[in-house]
């Protein structure tokens, strides 16, 4: 039972798989994150002028998209991405607790992935996995800081983000967390110093009894909320503030963005 949305690794498209499980749907295609990335190309193209480059800085053929473009495509939703080490307010309060904030957004080599809180939980959400991972309260601030050790660029994401019926539900009905494999905290001592790789390699080593045990917790939690459902009790809106289909979005784009391109 999929109740958490989890795009997995397709070919280089991480910078898409990134923003749509951020997002909680398939909100984004590579050809719509093309698109943008034409648009801030030909931006800077028109304010350089003759000294120029027609090779574009914002993607490659690969399919990897800069932090540019996923911050063009986030303000549809009026998301920003700010520098975990920048001096925002969202990124201060970020560092003084990471729990202050709804998500961030990674980036290492080339890889984007995002980290989300879905009800009062926090999940990794990196396609690189198979599944969604539950991180523990106490493991969020170690593993920011593990992440800033091994040379990642963290972004606070600042704005409301998308409802989903995933956040709706988790509020009510909380995985248990002795019923699914929580990330590892970092080891004390010398050990400390081994790096994120082998970590996350270990990771993807537990990854299908992760995946089965998250998925039954998610179904118990399911059953849960539906069980003490009343009629009082808000439902998820988001067919009514986000675009819902990909024609929705696209028009929602051009509405936002259209000018730009003129």
Same mark, same amino acid.
């Given at each position: 039972?999929?109740?958490?949305?989890?795009?997995?690794?397709?070919?280089?498209?991480?910078?898409?798989?990134?923003?749509?499980?951020?997002?909680?749907g398939a909100y984004?295609?590579?050809?719509?994150?093309a698109?943008?990335?034409?648009?801030?190309?030909?931006?800077?193209?028109s304010h350089?002028?003759?000294?120029?480059?027609?090779?574009?800085?914002?993607?490659?053929?690969?399919?990897?998209?800069?932090?540019?473009?996923?911050?063009?495509?986030?303000?549809?939703w009026?998301?920003?991405?700010?520098?975990?080490?920048?001096?925002?307010?969202?990124?201060?309060?970020?560092?003084?607790?990471?729990?202050?904030?709804?998500?961030?957004i990674?980036?290492?080599?080339?890889?984007?992935?995002?980290?989300?809180? %879905?009800?009062?939980?926090?999940?990794?959400?990196?396609?690189?996995?198979?599944?969604?991972?539950?991180?523990?309260?106490?493991?969020?601030?170690?593993?920011?800081?593990?992440?800033q050790?091994?040379?990642?660029?963290?972004?606070?994401?600042?704005?409301?983000?998308?409802?989903?019926d995933?956040?709706?539900?988790?509020?009510?009905?909380p995985?248990?967390?002795?019923?699914?494999?929580?990330?590892q905290?970092?080891?004390?001592?010398s050990?400390?110093?081994s790096?994120?790789?082998?970590?996350l390699?270990e990771?993807?080593?537990?990854?299908?009894?992760n995946?089965?045990?998250l998925?039954?917790?998610?179904?118990?939690?399911l059953?849960?909320?539906?069980?003490?459902?009343?009629?009082? %009790?808000?439902?998820?809106?988001?067919?009514?503030?986000?675009?819902?289909?990909?024609?929705?979005?696209?028009?929602?784009?051009?509405?936002?963005?259209?000018?730009?391109?003129?």
């Open positions: 039972m999929d109740l958490i949305f989890h795009e997995k690794q397709e070919g280089s498209l991480c910078g898409q798989h990134c923003l749509n499980n951020l997002l909680q984004f295609s590579a050809v719509d994150l698109d943008l990335a034409s648009q801030l190309d030909e931006t800077e193209r350089l002028g003759s000294n120029s480059s027609s090779t574009s800085h914002n993607m490659d053929d690969s399919g990897y998209f800069s932090i540019q473009v996923l911050q063009k495509a986030l303000e549809i009026n998301i920003c991405l700010f520098s975990f080490k920048s001096s925002r307010p969202e990124a201060v309060a970020a560092r003084i607790d990471a729990h202050s904030q709804k998500a961030y990674c980036n290492f080599q080339d890889h984007w992935f995002s980290i989300r809180k %879905i009800g009062l939980q926090w999940f990794n959400l990196n396609s690189m996995h198979s599944a969604p991972e539950l991180i523990s309260d106490t493991y969020l601030s170690l593993f920011l800081a593990q992440l050790t091994d040379g990642y660029s963290i972004f606070v994401v600042s704005g409301n983000l998308p409802d989903c995933a956040d709706a539900i988790l509020k009510l009905a995985i248990e967390a002795n019923k699914v494999k929580l990330n905290t970092p080891r004390s001592g050990e400390n110093s790096d994120l790789e082998k970590a390699e990771s993807r080593q537990m990854n299908e009894e995946d089965e045990s998925q039954r917790a998610l179904k118990e939690s059953q849960e909320y539906e069980k003490n459902q009343t009629s009082d %009790i808000p439902q998820c809106q988001s067919t009514s503030r986000i675009p819902a289909t990909q024609e929705e979005l696209r028009r929602k784009r051009l509405e936002k963005f259209g000018s730009s391109s003129n």
